[in-house]
């Protein structure tokens, strides 16, 4: 699990090195194992204030093409950088009208063992039409139970940062406070 100092240093690398007129915004830097993804703001089309939710939608769509296409070199440039620095691939999305929208993700393959009355879950859910494969429906369930469990995976997230804490003040932990005199007895 990444740290929040870690957190904190990988979002600024980002925020230090993409080009100031990239984005409106910076709005999120998130990692897991195999990648970071960096989701920006970028400006809303100017419409007139009579303008459809139907009208606004396919605006904010096309503005949303125009930038994944005009800012391509730029974010592969960022994302070989990236990727070379922190051995993580880079996803890109971008929020614009309130929707986000992403370009790129990582599909990692997640290797599990299931038992008979799992796979008949994932099973009932391909033959309903809820998914299209088993590892469809193993994705759709993961994302159910994130959507009704966040404050759950919050509370553990931030447990295991203290322990993370506790752990480098162990008996192990370098003390600055210490001299080290050569005697281990």
Do not use: N, Y
């Not at 204030?49 to 960022?78: C, I, L, P």
């Not at 299931?114 to 994932?122: G, I, S």
């Not at 159910?144 to 553990?156: F, I, K, N, P, S």
Request: glycine fraction near 6%; proline fraction near 5%.
């Amino acid at each position: 699990m990444i740290t929040p100092d870690q957190q904190e240093r990988l979002r600024g690398w980002f925020a230090g090195r993409l080009p100031d007129d990239l984005f409106v915004r910076l709005v999120e830097v998130t990692v897991d194992r195999e990648e970071i993804t960096v989701i920006g703001e970028i400006p809303q089309p100017r419409l007139p204030d009579a303008a459809s939710a139907v009208e606004r939608e396919a605006a904010a769509q096309s503005r949303v093409q125009e930038f994944r296409e005009r800012s391509r070199e730029e974010r592969m440039g960022v994302a070989r950088e990236a990727e070379h620095r922190f051995r993580k691939k880079v996803s890109w999305g971008v929020e614009c009208g309130g929707a986000r929208v992403m370009f790129t993700q990582v599909a990692a393959p997640v290797m599990t063992r299931l038992r008979q009355p799992e796979r008949q879950v994932l099973d009932t859910l391909v033959a309903a039409g809820v998914a299209r494969s088993r590892s469809d429906a193993l994705a759709w369930c993961v994302r159910l139970v994130r959507r009704h469990t966040d404050d759950w995976l919050t509370e553990l997230r931030d447990s295991l940062e203290h322990v993370q804490r506790v752990r480098a003040q162990g008996p192990d932990a370098e003390s600055a406070d210490e001299p080290d005199d050569g005697d281990r007895t």
